[in-house]
């Protein structure tokens, strides 16, 4: 086995290859060359982007980009930069984002640690959010979950000091995992208290994923670590 397979990053997502609907296609191609952003274009420059300077908030795997639109709306005074691997998704961001002319957006449709690493400024994100990342519940796939300690320090990297990293989960164990990781991260501080949970926040639309897990009597969690150094 060469060298560069037995040191191969673990991915924190399945790609899966879920259809397109026609729609998806035609926003995914008219509307990713306007809205979209991309890995070979380098280092972002947000006040060319979006043509002024303002907040960022930056979100790691929208899902099919309902909340997400939903955000950018309700906050035109912020920029927002969506990042989803899952091609169907992008493309109703897209075309919500052009549907409701939500200028402060724009979308990757590209692996997040790569966009992370290769194109966000550091020192430069007013917040990240992560919002239900896949929880690889079984015991031996924990390992690809993405709020490891080595992520924490890379959006420690990205974060303006004062800046917020907010994460949410629906399984309790992840939960308690990005406690812990969060809790022993250097650089960071619990908004609400070292081990508190955050109520759930106003600011964070819920999905239909969520509101069908409540209705069962599922719990959310969500956390609000800041970047202090």
Known sequence: MSEEIKHRPIKSFVLRSGRMTDGQRIAFEALQEQRGLFLEDGMLDYAQVFGRSAPVVLEIGFGMGTSLAQMAEQAPEKDFIGIE??????GRLLALSESKGLDNMRVYNEDAIKIMHQCIPDNSLDTLQLFFPDPWHKARHN????????????????????????????????????????????????????????????????TKFEVRGQKLGHGVWDLFFEKTS
């Open 85 to 90: 691997v899952h091609r169907p998704g992008v």
């Open 143 to 206: 390992k690809r979950r993405i709020v490891q300690p080595e992520f924490a320090q890379l959006v420690r990297q990205k974060l303006k000091v004062g800046g917020v990293f907010h994460m949410a989960t629906d399984w309790q164990h992840y939960a308690e995992q990005m406690m812990q990781v969060m809790t022993d991260a250097q650089g960071y501080k619990n908004q609400f208290g070292e081990g508190v949970y955050a109520p759930r926040p106003e600011s964070r639309p819920a």
